[in-house]
C-alpha cells in the first residue's frame, strides 16, 4: 500500500477484526442467511 503524504491511514486493527470475524464464522452465518442471487 502506498501512503500519501499528510494522510492519516491506520490499519492496525483490521488483524483483529479478521480474527473475530473468522472466529465467530460470520462469513458462514451471512452465506446461509442471504440467498445467492447471482446467476451465469
Do not use: C, K
Not at 492496525?12 to 473468522?22: E, M, N, P, R, T
Not at 462469513?27 to 440467498?35: E, L, S
Amino acid at each position: 500500500m502506498t501512503l500519501i503524504d499528510g494522510s492519516n491511514v491506520t490499519i492496525g486493527h483490521l488483524g483483529i477484526v479478521a480474527g473475530v470475524f473468522d472466529t465467530l464464522e460470520i462469513g458462514q452465518y451471512i452465506d446461509d442467511v442471504i440467498p445467492n442471487v447471482i446467476t451465469t
